[in-house]
């Protein structure tokens, strides 16, 4: 019975991110040579410190490896001019020449140091900026926090594919006390974001029209958005309980849940922080609650 059960005990001690007698396992994700995806190799590190361990896969991720059909994601004619890390917030800086990559090579580089730091605990997300400005895609849109999900393995030709959609999202109004609406018509994403993902990133962005003000705090992260039953689950960062704007609470609950039952696969509302719904929003609002749709705030003034 023990020679059946030791290989299976093995294999479990030696997956993905599973500690060795060495250390922690890590998988290094590389462009492959046709450059239509990525594949992967595995790497044992026992060092525990987190700016230690970035040190290291970084230079994994530039190292030529054994396998020479692999691509080394920053091995590339462009150079890492450094990296912060704040909050389990990673940003990496790159020098100009980062943006003279071939579109889909750019695409799967990012995904490959994306997927590879994210596994470090402490690093949450990855934004990429060149020479301090916010990376942007080939529509000019700022791609923003990217966590692994964001990338999606396919063929090659449909990664990171793009699509048209028209949102309907609920904005406060001039004096915080009601909700205005504001169609955002053929907005253009990304095929590897959800749309209730989408629909919280432009909350989070603010309004484009005038007559419509914000409700959520700029620096609110979205640790994740998914939907269940119906149900939309909403996970963001501490960031969204402070409120720099005069939106009220009411307010900035239902902009949320409002624009998110617009999606013809959500009917309620889950908001919680950092995975936590015990939660007091503004000593007022349960966040265990389920919220639904309620347009009693619909204001007349201002919107589109």
């Known amino acids: 019975m023990w020679l059946c059960v030791l290989p299976v005990l093995l294999c479990i001690a030696c997956g993905k991110g599973g500690q060795t007698g060495d250390g922690k396992r890590y998988t290094i994700y590389y462009v492959n040579n046709d450059e239509t995806g990525t594949v992967t190799g595995d790497y044992v590190s026992a060092e525990q410190d987190t700016e230690s361990l970035i040190e290291e896969l970084l230079a994994q991720l530039a190292a030529v490896p054994s396998k020479l059909e692999y691509k080394p994601p920053l091995a590339g004619n462009f150079e890492l001019l450094g990296y912060t890390l704040d909050n389990g917030q990673l940003t990496m800086n790159f020098d100009g020449r980062y943006r003279e990559m071939d579109h889909i090579r750019e695409v799967l580089t990012r995904a490959a140091i994306v997927r590879t730091l994210t596994q470090i605990d402490g690093v949450d997300y990855v934004s990429f900026t060149v020479q301090g400005e916010m990376l942007a895609d080939s529509n000019g849109i700022a791609i923003g926090t990217m966590s692994p999900d964001m990338f999606i393995d396919n063929a090659g030709n449909e990664i990171n594919a793009y699509e048209q959609t028209n949102l309907l999202l609920y904005f406060a109004n001039e004096d915080g006390t009601g909700l205005v609406t504001e169609n955002r018509r053929n907005v253009v994403y990304s095929s590897n974001i959800a749309l209730e993902k989408l629909v919280v990133e432009k909350l989070v962005e603010g309004p484009v029209s005038e007559g419509a003000y914000p409700t959520v705090n700029p620096e609110t992260k979205i640790i994740n958005v998914t939907v269940n039953d119906g149900i939309c689950y909403v996970n963001l960062g501490e960031g969204f309980l402070t409120q720099p704007y005069n939106a009220s609470g009411e307010v900035t ?32 609002f349960n966040l265990s609650d389920v919220f639904e749709r309620n347009l009693d705030l619909l204001s007349a003034e201002g919107g589109d």
């Open 253 to 284: 609950i239902y902009s949320i849940t409002n624009s998110l039952v617009e999606l013809p696969n959500v009917n309620k509302v889950q908001i919680s922080i950092n995975g936590e719904t015990n939660i007091a929003y503004r000593e007022k």
